[in-house]
């Protein structure tokens, strides 16, 4: 693919792939959240699936998950681009896969914003995340599905 050329992307479906709440809410101060992020594509059509898991732990303890993937169909002629046919990966760009990354984490703050709403566990939220600490160069992804529409 041409460096710098925009690859062209729509937003076509987002979903919560886990959401639970284990025992009760803390009672300490000190929380911290784990983050866990992959990227996936279809075979059968141009199209990226992007996913985030968020733990909140007190202590070592999990009392908050969520998990929600962003699907964005590629443009076909920018998805062609960015097929390496001879090893059957795809490769992304790191500012494009820091870009679609953004995207999910900002999604999944909106929905355990609304999932935890009127409770008392609406006062953990997704922290800022810097997410080019996340992605450290171009991501190349060998054949795995998207899971099926919900």
């Known amino acids: 693919m041409e460096k710098?050329?925009?690859?062209?992307?729509?937003?076509?479906?987002?979903?919560?792939?886990?959401?639970?709440?284990?025992?009760?809410?803390?009672?300490?101060?000190t929380i911290?959240?784990?983050?866990?992020?992959?990227?996936?594509?279809?075979?059968?059509?141009?199209?990226?699936?992007?996913f985030v898991e968020l733990r909140f732990n007190e202590k070592d303890t999990p009392f908050l998950l969520i998990e929600a993937g962003?699907?964005?169909?590629?443009?076909?002629?920018?998805?062609?681009?960015?097929?390496?046919?001879?090893?059957n990966t795809i490769r992304l760009p790191k500012d494009f896969a820091v870009h679609l990354l953004m995207l999910t984490i900002g999604t999944i703050r909106g929905i355990l914003h609304?999932?935890?709403?009127?409770?008392?566990?609406?006062?953990?939220?997704?922290?800022?995340?810097?997410?080019l600490q996340m992605v450290n160069s171009d991501i190349i992804l060998d054949n795995t599905s998207i899971p099926d529409d919900k």
Do not use: M
């Not at 992307?9 to 009672?27: D, K, M, N, S, Y």
């Not at 964005?72 to 090893?87: A, G, H, M, P, V």
């Not at 609304?114 to 997410?131: H, I, R, S």
């Open 4 to 29: 710098n050329k925009p690859i062209r992307f729509q937003l076509r479906q987002i979903t919560t792939e886990q959401f639970a709440v284990i025992g009760e809410p803390p009672t300490e101060e």
């Open 32 to 50: 911290n959240v784990s983050t866990r992020s992959n990227f996936r594509y279809s075979d059968d059509k141009p199209a990226l699936g992007v």
């Open 70 to 87: 962003c699907h964005f169909e590629i443009e076909e002629s920018d998805w062609e681009s960015l097929k390496d046919r001879e090893n």
């Open 114 to 131: 609304a999932k935890t709403e009127n409770t008392p566990l609406n006062k953990f939220f997704v922290p800022l995340l810097n997410v």
